[in-house]
Each structure stands twice: as structure tokens, then as C-alpha cells.
């Protein structure tokens, strides 16, 4: 027992430490950037007019806006991300369907006795047709799916339901 925790513990910290060594590395590579083209374009803006101060904040500037840019260019245009998003979620069966435990006493001890009685109060209420109608069949539509899902212990995701 003590060999796996130890095991555990060495694993959190090396990827601590990873992604400590790749936030730095993305942060020494923009000082770098920085320091080194505030020397070299020192002068061309100095004949402009600016200091190497000036000049160091231009430069950061414009080091953020194309690391914005190429950021929005590559989620929105690209959708770079969208495929990481759906293996690390739609196709992760612990992540969609499967349901912690957690979730499952949500569902048993929240969810369905507050759908059951919202669903009666609706039909004791006076309410007008046409609207109790719908509202009691998206309840009896709600209801039966916990049902299924408390059943199953899995959350089936419906075409409609996918939100990648």
C-alpha cells in the first residue's frame, strides 16, 4: 500500500512539474524574444524617437496581440482544439456517460423527488391547458429519463444533447 501511494505522489509532482517547466518555458521564451529584438530594433526606433523602454513595451504589446490572435485564429478559424475537446470528453466514457457517484445520489436524492413533486403540484394547480399539458409532459419526459438513468447508472447523451 505504501509503495502505491508513494508511486502517486511521485507521478503528481512530475506533472507539476511539467506544466511549472512549461509555463516557464513559455515565459522565458517571450523575455528572450523581448531582450533580444529591444537590442536589435533599439536603435531603428531610437532614430524614431523612442527609448528602449518604449521600445521593449511595443514589442510586448505586439508579442500578446499575436499570441491573442494566433490563440482566437487557431480556436475559432481552425478549431485546433475541437478534436482534443472531443477525445477528452465525448470519447472518454467516464466523462459523458458514466455517471460518479456522486452525480447518481444528485439524481436519487435531488433531482427526481423535486421532478415527482413539481410534476404533482402541476396537477393539482389550476393551470391553464394547453401550457400544464406541455409542462407536464417535458416533467413525465424529464422523470423517465432519471428513471432510466438511476436504473442504468449511465447517461445515455442524445444526438440533440451533444454540445461539442
Known sequence: MHSNVTKLRAAEWLYRWNLSLSILGVAFTILTFLGV???????VFARLGMSY???????????????????????????????????????????????????????????????????????????????????LADLDRSIAKVERVIEEKRWPVEPREKVY
Do not use: C, H
Open 37 to 43: 529584438f529591444t537590442l536589435v530594433l533599439g536603435p
Open 53 to 135: 523602454l518604449e521600445t521593449s513595451l511595443v514589442l510586448a504589446a505586439s508579442v500578446v496581440l499575436v499570441i491573442i490572435g494566433f490563440g482566437v485564429f487557431l480556436d475559432k478559424v481552425v478549431k485546433f482544439w475541437s478534436a482534443q475537446a472531443t477525445v477528452g470528453t465525448v470519447r472518454n466514457p467516464y466523462l459523458v456517460d458514466m455517471l460518479y457517484q456522486k452525480e447518481l445520489l444528485a439524481l436519487i436524492y435531488v433531482q427526481r423527488p423535486v421532478l415527482r413533486t413539481i410534476r404533482t403540484l402541476l396537477d393539482l394547480e389550476g393551470a391553464e391547458a394547453a401550457t400544464k399539458g406541455q409542462l
